[in-house]
């Protein structure tokens, strides 16, 4: 039989309801019909998926669903809030987090989003007083909530490629937070309250920076700063980081400046006296 041929007996075979009893499927329908057979087979493939890493995680307490396409925080979590330590849902399409279910996870001690559609975080994150890595790089948040201070046990926190305007001022508030990413945002100053931070590293690469406050040498822990890539000019970046703070690595690569003119700075030689001797301790 010619193609012609084995087309228009399926044509008649789909118009005549004789053939296959009484009721007529258009060949349009029959199509949606296997979709949906196709669709509610891949969410029960799904389902029974995630009902395994809810069985793994209530042994281990970690759960891990990365590049699953999920466009929501599983609510079937919502089991395991006395016992999860860790969390990563990065690399999903999850666009908001379900604030009462968030904020009873106790003794979670690391949350990871990174990859994700997020614009806000709910102030109930703020109840989850045992974590101590926070990864949220890559979504579109422009602000922290105002109780972010209340993460007393904060010590990473990774906000690189977000839309921040500006230094959060509530990182000033966690004593024990030691690395901070803000890298890729909109930032485009650093205020004088950057000199409370306790943090030991503060990554600010690829903003707009072009102005920091001098307070920024009073910093008492901090020992790596990461400027490179703003649009600092040379006489807008305070000497006293070279001469009288504990940076030991300063990198300032990729702004309005020539490094040879940062070597001719005041100062220059006792943050190299810092440089080398953090250099020989990590050796």
Not at 1 to 18: K, R
Not at 39 to 58: D, F
Not at 226 to 238: A, F
């Amino acid at each position: 039989m010619t193609s012609q041929g084995v087309s228009a007996c399926s044509e008649a075979w789909a118009a005549h309801p004789s053939e296959r009893g009484s009721r007529v499927f258009p060949r349009r329908t029959i199509r949606e019909l296997s979709c949906r057979r196709d669709l509610s087979l891949g969410a029960r493939m799904g389902n029974s998926a995630l009902r395994a890493h809810v069985e793994t995680a209530q042994k281990t307490g970690v759960f891990q669903l990365k590049d699953r396409g999920l466009t929501e925080f599983p609510s079937e979590l919502q089991k395991l809030t006395s016992n999860l330590r860790t969390i990563d849902l990065s690399n999903n399409k999850i666009e908001s987090l379900p604030p009462v279910v968030l904020g009873k996870f106790t003794l979670l001690k690391s949350l990871s989003l990174n990859n994700n559609k997020l614009t806000a975080l709910p102030d109930e994150l703020c109840n989850l007083k045992k974590l101590e890595t926070l990864s949220l790089n890559n979504n579109q948040l422009r602000e922290l909530p105002s109780t972010f201070g209340q993460l007393s046990a904060l010590k990473t926190l990774s906000l690189s490629g977000n839309q921040l305007r500006a230094l959060p001022p509530q990182l000033c508030s966690l004593r024990h937070l030691d690395v901070v990413d803000l890298s890729k945002n909109q930032i485009r100053s650093i205020p004088d309250i950057v000199g409370e931070l306790q943090v030991i590293e503060l990554n600010l690469n690829q903003n707009q920076i072009a102005q920091i406050s001098v307070k920024i040498s009073s910093c008492p822990r901090l020992k790596v700063l990461r400027l490179e890539e703003n649009c600092l000019e040379l006489s807008m970046l305070p000497q006293s980081i070279l001469s009288d703070s504990q940076i030991c690595l300063l990198a300032v690569e990729g702004n309005l400046f020539e490094i040879k003119k940062l070597r001719e700075l005041e100062g220059y030689d006792k943050y190299m006296e810092r440089f080398t001797a953090t250099k020989k301790k990590f050796a």
